[in-house]
C-alpha cells in the first residue's frame, strides 16, 4: 500500500496516458480504507480537484470516481468539501450536454452529507442564496423538449442532494421560500414513475413538515401536502358520502377505485405517516387534517399495513384525530399550574417522537 504514494505526483504529468495509468490504479483501490488511510498522508484531494473537468473524458471520470469513493473516509470528506468544489460540482451536474453529469451529481450528493457541503451549497448568508438550489430542482421540473418529467430517467442524485439539504433548518428555509417557489414545484414529481424520485420527494416532504410555522402554508389550498401524501395511502377503499365531506375531490371515490394500488415502497410510506405525525404537531394543523377527513383514509390504510412500526405511528395519529380538544383545553384550565419555565404544551409535544437527525 505504501507504494500508492509514489504514484500521486503522476497526476501532474503532462501527458495524458500517463495521468490515466496513474489513476486507474488509484481509483481501483480507493474503495479500500488501508489505501485511503495511505493516501491522504499526501496532497492527492488537492490534486485531484484539480483534474475535475480535464477535457480528457476517461480522467474526468476516474478522477470524479476517485473522489466518490474517498468520501466513505469522514476526515477525506471534510478535506474535500473545504476546497471550494460545489460550483464545478453544480456546473457538471446541471450541464445537459455533459455525459458526466450523474457521477458530478452523485459526488455533490456525497458532500450535502456533511452540514458544511449543504452551506456551501446553498451559499447560505451570500447575495446568490439558494441559486444552486434553484438551478438543481429545475433539473428535474423543467422538462426538455417533450420529455415528460414524471418518467424522466434524470434526477435521482439530485432529489437526493435536495434531500440532504432539508435535514437542516437553513435548506428548509430555501426550500420552502414562497418567492422562488421551489418547494411547491418539486410537489408533482411525487407522482414520478422512478420509486426513488418519489421517495426523494415524500422526504423532502417530511423534513419540511417538521418545521411547525410552515405547517399554514403546508397545508393551505395553494401547496396542500396534505392531499398529495394521502393519495399515496388512499387505496381502493370505497367511502361514504359522510366520509368524504369536506375532503379535497382528489381524494373521492373513482370510478376505478377498486384497481387503485397503495404505494408498494415500505420507506415511502414509513415517510408519509411521518410527515402526518409531524403535523398533528399543532392544534390548528390537527382542526384542519379533521376538517379535511385524514381519518377515514388512514382507518382504512392500517388494516392493510404490515409494518408494526408504520401500523404503531398510523395508531399515534389516530390518537391525535380523535382526542377531545375542548375537554382536554378546560381541564388543563381547571389544573393549570404556572411555571415560568414552561416551553409548550403536552399536546403539542406528542409531535416530537419522531425528529429529523440533523447533519
Not at 483501490?29 to 484539480?50: C, F, H, M, Y
Not at 469522514?74 to 456546473?91: E, F, G, Q, T, W
Not at 457538471?92 to 452529507?113: A, M, Q
Request: hydrophobic content about 35%.
Amino acid at each position: 500500500m505504501d507504494q500508492l504514494t509514489e504514484l500521486v505526483p503522476f497526476l501532474q504529468e503532462q501527458k495524458p496516458e500517463i495521468k490515466i495509468l496513474a489513476l486507474q490504479h488509484i481509483a481501483g483501490v480507493s474503495g479500500e480504507q488501508p489505501a485511503r488511510d495511505v493516501l491522504k498522508k499526501t496532497n492527492i484531494i488537492n490534486l485531484l480537484i484539480r483534474l475535475i473537468g480535464d477535457e480528457n473524458q476517461t480522467i474526468n471520470r476516474l478522477t470524479l470516481t476517485t473522489l466518490i469513493n474517498f468520501c466513505q473516509d469522514n476526515d477525506m470528506l471534510n478535506d474535500i468539501v473545504k476546497r471550494n468544489i460545489v460550483p464545478r460540482l453544480v456546473d457538471g451536474t446541471t450541464d445537459t450536454k455533459n455525459k458526466l453529469r450523474e457521477i458530478y451529481s452523485i459526488l455533490l450528493s456525497n458532500i450535502t452529507h456533511t452540514k458544511e457541503g449543504c452551506i456551501s451549497l446553498m451559499q447560505y448568508g451570500r447575495e446568490l442564496q439558494g441559486f444552486y438550489i434553484l438551478k438543481l430542482s429545475n433539473l428535474l421540473t423543467v422538462s426538455e423538449g417533450d420529455e415528460d418529467i414524471l418518467v424522466s430517467k434524470k434526477g435521482a442524485w439530485v432529489v437526493n442532494i435536495l434531500l440532504n439539504i432539508t435535514q437542516i433548518e437553513e435548506g428548509r428555509n430555501i426550500i420552502l421560500n414562497q418567492e422562488n417557489a421551489i418547494f411547491k414545484s418539486l410537489l408533482p414529481l411525487i407522482q414520478h414513475q422512478s420509486v426513488v424520485i418519489r421517495r426523494g420527494i415524500v422526504g423532502i416532504i417530511r423534513n419540511c413538515c417538521f418545521s411547525e410555522t410552515d405547517h399554514p402554508y403546508l397545508l393551505s389550498e395553494s401547496i396542500d401536502v396534505l392531499t398529495k401524501i394521502l393519495l399515496l395511502i388512499r387505496g381502493s377503499d370505497i367511502l361514504t358520502d359522510e366520509e368524504m365531506e369536506g375532503m379535497n375531490q382528489l381524494l373521492h371515490n373513482k370510478p376505478e377505485q377498486a384497481s387503485i394500488e397503495r404505494e408498494q415502497d415500505k420507506e415511502t410510506r414509513k415517510m408519509v405517516i411521518e410527515s402526518l405525525i409531524f403535523l398533528t404537531g399543532t392544534k390548528e394543523s390537527r382542526a384542519i387534517l379533521r376538517d379535511k377527513k385524514t381519518y377515514p383514509i388512514i382507518r382504512n390504510y392500517h388494516l392493510t399495513e404490515k409494518d408494526e412500526t408504520i401500523g404503531e405511528n398510523i395508531e399515534k395519529i389516530v390518537e391525535m384525530l380523535i382526542r377531545d380538544e375542548e375537554e382536554e383545553d378546560t381541564t388543563a384550565k381547571e389544573n393549570k399550574v404556572v411555571e415560568m419555565d414552561t416551553k409548550k404544551d403536552d399536546d403539542d409535544n406528542d409531535a416530537s417522537t419522531i425528529e429529523i437527525e440533523e447533519i
